[in-house]
């Protein structure tokens, strides 16, 4: 079963726009990461915040936590054609190993020059 | 640093067959991961090692399936005999400890005809 549902399924902007994409989950978790896969690649983790975490940052991403909510939003800012791929969050589940992660379905991010 | 890697990266043979695939994690990480991605289930998770020892293989499809890892630099996924609904990207990932980020392998995809 899917923990982690994102939102949009697919988003077209143009570069040097934000883009926003958002996590929806159904359980508790101990932390949400968040991942980026370019096409026929592996996955490369970008940002894990915790559940006591609200906010993160790192460069150009800004990740935030809504547990009450039990959503997350990942923000890119001032996009480039190289971000240009798909975007994964990724939640343990509160009771289960922190090992196991549950991967939602992606956000397809198309980057327009 | 090299990452977790992954071979073959393509794979295409016929229904019946047996499949290897091998993975040599980042030298220092204790634990294992293998996925499945298709374009109607997304990514799941097969199986988990800590520490070369499986924990976790519930999402192990069938009995068709074995995963093995006879050393902390080395992990086999098998398949035998192999079936067209086993055709996916397969990944392996690893991890330095509980709830850290996941590496990811760039795959392996698998064609069975």
């Known amino acids: 079963s899917q923990q982690g549902e994102e939102d949009p399924q697919a988003l077209s902007i143009q570069e040097g726009e934000n883009a926003t994409m958002n996590c929806s989950y159904k359980?508790?978790?101990?932390?949400l990461q968040w991942y980026r896969q370019n096409s026929g690649r592996g996955l490369v983790h970008l940002i894990l915040?915790?559940?006591?975490?609200r906010e993160k940052h790192s460069g150009r991403l800004r990740v935030t936590l809504d547990t009450s909510k039990k959503s997350s939003s990942l923000l890119i800012t001032a996009s480039r054609a190289a971000d240009t791929a798909s975007y994964f969050c990724a939640t343990d589940v509160v009771g289960d190993s922190s090992y196991k992660l549950i991967f939602g379905s992606g956000t397809r991010l198309l980057v327009r020059p | 640093d090299a990452g977790v890697i992954q071979s073959p990266r393509h794979e295409v043979t016929e229904m019946g067959q047996e499949v290897t695939l091998r993975c040599k994690p980042i030298?220092?990480?204790?634990?294992l991961f293998w996925y499945r991605q298709t374009m109607m289930r997304g990514l799941e998770l097969l199986i988990y090692?800590?520490?070369?020892?499986?924990?976790?293989d519930s999402g192990m499809p069938e009995d068709r399936f074995s995963a093995k890892m006879p050393n902390a630099s080395f992990s086999t996924l098998k398949i035998q005999p192999s079936e067209p609904r086993d055709s996916a990207v397969y990944f392996c990932a690893s991890s330095s400890g509980e709830g850290e980020p996941q590496h990811f392998g760039d795959g392996t995809r698998l064609s069975i005809l």
């Open positions: 030298s220092g990480h204790n634990s």
């Open positions: 090692f800590n520490n070369n020892v499986p924990i976790d």
């Open positions: 359980t508790s978790i101990n932390n």
């Open positions: 915040i915790r559940s006591n975490e």
